[in-house]
């Protein structure tokens, strides 16, 4: 992702002094040219890190199930959605949507891991951010003993729970978003119950989880205040979206989701 230097739209236009006493220009001048001098060396370098390619979101992550998402973000066009603060979504860069052959395809080899080759981006409206997860885990190298091969959240969620549960030596471990900072191959996902089966019996938490669970992204980088998550089926794409941090890199809040769950990536 290039951050566009962000949304500023900068101008210097230069005009000439009005003639006022020659002391009254000389004292102007040299005050605003420092000034001047600092904003074009800023804008200079974002420039440089865009060609360069060390941009804000340009390097591809060392982490195997991130690089894989990233590299299918990269196929998407590279969709960049930034939440939180004054941002609330907004679309920084658009990509490219799932309609558009090779990519509706594309979406259909995700739901293919999930025993469902023949929806694809253009033949089925039937939401695949949970299909391109199961794809994402598979092309890691997670069986399906690992990982659930499912298009829907809750259900591949759910059975992690469950797995947790039954060994403590299981790939993956559900935290709380208040109890856990999220890195490159984690899962962060949201759900209407919110965090509230953390503490409850293992039954009513499966069936929270299962019932309630309704997007997860993976994360690809942590950086500059924000976790950096890429996921499938956002604005009809695949697309990263960028969502605040606290000093502790905990998720904070953001107007119209809830947090659910973060998937900690153990292996």
Known sequence: MKFDCPFVDFRVCWQPP???????????????????????????????????????????????????????????????????????????????????????????????????????????????????????????????ADFPRDGRHGAYLSALYDRERASRSAPFRLHSPTEYSPKPGDLICTGSAGPSWRYADQRTAHRRIDNTANHCDIVTDVRGGYVQAIGGNVKDSVAMTLYPVDSRGRLQAVSGRSWLLVVEKRS
Not at 25 to 46: E, M, N, S, Y
Not at 77 to 104: D, K, M, W
């Open 18 to 144: 009005r003639r006022c006493s020659s002391h009254a220009t000389d004292f102007r001048l040299p005050a605003i040219l420092p000034i001047v001098f600092a904003i074009c060396l800023a804008l200079a370098g974002c420039g440089s890190a865009s060609r360069t390619g060390t941009g804000y979101a340009d390097r591809p992550p060392t982490d195997r199930v991130a690089l894989i998402a990233w590299q299918e973000w990269t196929k998407f066009g590279r969709a960049t959605v930034v939440q939180g603060g004054h941002a609330g979504g907004y679309v920084n860069r658009p990509g490219i949507t799932e309609r558009s052959e090779p990519l509706s395809s594309r979406v259909g080899d995700y739901w293919g891991v999930c025993g469902r080759p023949e929806w694809n981006g253009r033949t089925s409206s039937r939401p695949w951010s949970g299909a391109f997860v199961s794809w994402v885990m598979v092309r890691a190298g997670y069986s399906a």
